[in-house]
């Protein structure tokens, strides 16, 4: 049994998972990190494979509700609808995002079709200290959009360079690179 906890100022804030499209399996990285990172949460769907805007949406409102303060951790279509929910609920107490691998719901590709409610992306400044990590060959996301999208969001880029989606089938499970960067987020966001 998971016992989750609200961030105060004498602790860790809660960790919120944001998966993409289909979810995360078991070997993803999100999945991997939820289960070391004491009082992480996840922000659950009614249907992975098929997602609606207006339901993610909601799901993503109702978790941040619930965990205020959260350091999110999005990766493909999870970045994307935190920028909507950002955008859209601009008050909610998001503390810091670490969005990788954003996905380019406008671009013709694989999943355009399953994603196109999603578009368009959502290019204001986000509220809080946020890093986007992408992939010099993302078959999602070219390297020229990914970094117009953090500089639309007033965040820092890192290329992590060919590694494709930076997901399970890119050869990312534990992914302990990407995990030293949530961590020095996290240290950054808990400083006054």
Not at 124 to 150: C, E, H, Q, W
């Amino acid at each position: 049994m998971t016992v989750e906890r609200t961030p105060d100022s004498n602790d860790k804030p809660v960790v919120l998972f944001v998966p993409g499209l289909g979810g995360s399996g078991p070997g993803h990285w999100q999945t991997l990190w939820q289960q070391d990172i004491p009082g992480a949460r996840r922000v659950e769907q009614s249907d992975w494979d098929a997602p609606r805007r207006v339901d993610w949406l909601k799901a993503l409102k109702d978790a941040l509700d619930k965990t205020p303060g959260a350091v999110v951790a999005a990766h493909s279509l999870g970045c994307i609808l935190l920028a909507h929910v950002a955008i859209e609920y601009s008050t909610l107490p998001i503390r810091a995002a670490l969005l990788v691998a954003p996905a380019d719901v406008e671009q013709a590709g694989p999943a355009r079709e399953a994603v196109r409610d999603f578009g368009p992306i959502p290019l204001g400044r986000l509220p809080f200290k946020t890093i986007v990590v992408t992939s010099a060959n993302d078959p999602y996301v070219t390297i020229d959009r990914a970094a117009m999208f953090a500089s639309a969001w007033g965040a820092s880029l890192i290329d992590i360079g060919h590694c494709g989606h930076i997901n399970v089938e890119a050869g990312f499970g534990p992914w302990p690179e990407g995990r030293h960067m949530l961590d020095r987020l996290i240290a950054v966001s808990e400083k006054p």
